[in-house]
Each structure stands twice: as C-alpha cells, then as structure tokens.
C-alpha cells in the first residue's frame, strides 16, 4: 500500500506540474489585449508600455511562467490586476461556496440516484423501471440554467417564496446559508441524479445476471441476502468511483447555477475574472479546480483499494 501511495503522489506530482503549464498558456490565450482593456481610452503608448513591465507581461513566456510557479511554490498566488487584492483571499471564500455546493449537491445525488437505480435495476423493464428510465433521461436531456429557471420560477409563483438575494456563509446562519443554496442543489442535484441512477441500474442489472447471483437465487437463498452479500457488495465500487466523477463535474461545473443565484463561488468568480482578463485570479482559480480534481482522483482510488484487495492497480 506504501509503494502504491509513492508511485501515485509520484504520478500526481507530475500531474501537477504538467496541469500549471497547461493552466498558465490556455489563460495567456484568452482572447483580448488585457493591458488595452484595462487603460480604455486614457493613456498612450508610453502608459500602456509601463502597466505591460508592471505586470511583467513584456518577458518572454517561459519567464513569466517561471516566476508564476515559482511564487506559487511559495504560497504566493499573486495579486488581482483589477482588485488590487491577494488571489488567495479572493480564492478561499469563493471555493468553500462551490465546495458545499458541491458536497451537498453530491449528498441529494447519491440520496435520490442510488435507490432509484437499485430499483430500476431490480424491476428491469418493468413499469417501475419504465418510470425511473424516463426521468433519468429527463436529467440527462434538460439543461442545468433551464431546471434552475423552471424551480425558482415554480416555487415563487406556487409558494410566493424567493430565495434571499444576498448569500449568506454557513458559519454565520446555518438556515438562512440553506435558503438560498435550496434551490441551486436541486437543480443540480436533480440532474446528477438522473446520472446517478442510470449508473447504478446498469450496474444492479450486470450483477443480477452474473452466474454466482442466478445460482443463489435457484438455491433459495433469501433475496435480502443475495442482495446485500454479492449485488449491493458489487455494486458498492462502481458507485464510490462514480461519486468522485460526479463531485469532480461539480466543482468544474457551478459556473452557470452560480451565475443565475448570484452565489459568490469559484465558477463564477472564474467568470468574472475571463470577463476581466484578470490572469493572476484566472490561473489561480484553475489551478485550484485542477488540483482538487487530482486530490478526489487519488482519495477515490485509495478508498477503491482498501474496500476490494483484490484489485491492483498498475
């Protein structure tokens, strides 16, 4: 297990290294003259030569990358060119709004898909499973702006109630922070568990029919029995992996629910910063999304190994 761990940190390391590389060009090729678009009108040649040495952005590629990375080594992100403030600081409330949109989101997921597709699985083609397919399809087709339209357009006119305008962190309120995140984990939720569900039913439906599963069953073995000692056991894999690709799509996906909520997190201040051609927040935003992507990806395997020793993993 100790080997594994090396050659995996060993491998995200590289990763790592790889992945700011990528981050810092597809940033320097974002369309637009950043120096141009933050002097507007005001200002000559002379200025826009001076702001361009100010950030830096008159050295060769390869030395701003250096002194970028060098700076992040050091726990230096930087400093917004259009706030003037720490990256960092702009960068930690931000994620933790996605990151609880995420964990929460990924809560109702599992809590709704899970079962559904159990059931699905066990009623195959059976009008109980009919049901389940058409929703799941439903969330699959609809689009996240387009569920999050429909329920707080629904629950306004129906319930005469509107989510809180201002975000409001957990640590402050816990019931007023649920309020106006109530609606935005639904929509996402929703969608995921459409995912979810289809995921699991096909997995459900491959057990059912392994030889060991129709030999039990045959035998008289009870259903509850073959279904917590060899389904739900083979089941339980697949699911825990799917978990951290669904919690990965989420925090690289809050974008457009962030943007239609008004909720200050790490899509939208992504957004904002695209918008802006802010390249220190835009970089350290990625790199923050990139890195916590490799960080579930190895959690995700670990727990993978330590459930099922029989894998093994080159």
């Known amino acids: 297990m100790g080997t594994y761990l090396l050659k995996r ?16 060009l597809l940033v320097r090729m974002v369309p637009g003259d950043v120096v141009a678009q933050m002097m507007g ?39 917004s060119w259009t706030r003037g403030m720490p990256v960092a600081e702009m960068i930690a409330p931000a994620f933790m709004v996605t990151l609880e949109i995420a964990i929460l989101t990924l809560a109702v997921a599992t809590l709704v898909g899970v079962p559904l597709g159990i059931i699905a699985g066990i009623f195959e083609n059976r009008p109980l499973d009919t049901a389940i397919q058409t929703f799941n399809i439903l969330g699959l087709s609809a689009p996240v702006f387009w569920v999050g339209l429909v329920l707080l357009v629904g629950v306004s006119a129906t319930l005469g109630w509107s989510p809180p305008l ?43 029919n392994q030889e060991y599963v129709r030999t039990a069953i045959a035998k008289g073995v009870p259903i509850r029995v073959v279904f917590f000692k060899h389904i739900l056991r083979n089941v339980l894999i697949p699911i825990i992996t799917f978990m ?23 899509g939208r201040l992504l ?8 390249y220190p927040v835009l970089q350290g935003a990625l ?5 916590a992507a490799m960080v579930i990806n190895l959690l995700v395997d670990l727990t993978y190994r330590l459930i099922d020793p029989r894998v093994r993993v080159a």
């Open 9 to 24: 940190l060993f491998a995200s390391l590289l990763t790592a290294v790889l992945a700011s590389i990528l981050v810092f």
């Open 41 to 79: 009108q005001a200002g000559g040649e002379n200025a826009a030569t001076a702001l361009r040495e100010f950030f830096g952005l008159d050295q060769p590629i390869y030395m701003q990358y250096l002194t970028w990375i060098t700076n992040v080594l050091q726990g230096n992100l930087g400093n």
């Open 166 to 208: 201002r975000f409001v962190p957990l640590t402050r309120s816990v019931s007023d922070n649920l309020a106006i995140l109530m609606l935005p984990i639904a929509s996402l939720g929703l969608l995921q568990a459409a995912a979810y569900s289809q995921f699991v039913r096909q997995n459900v439906v491959s057990a059912i």
């Open 244 to 266: 951290g690709l669904i919690l990965i799509q989420i925090l690289g996906g809050t974008v457009i629910i962030e943007s239609l909520f008004a909720l200050p997190g790490l």
């Open 271 to 278: 957004l904002t910063a695209i918008e802006t051609r802010d």
């Open 287 to 291: 790199l923050i999304v990139v890195v």
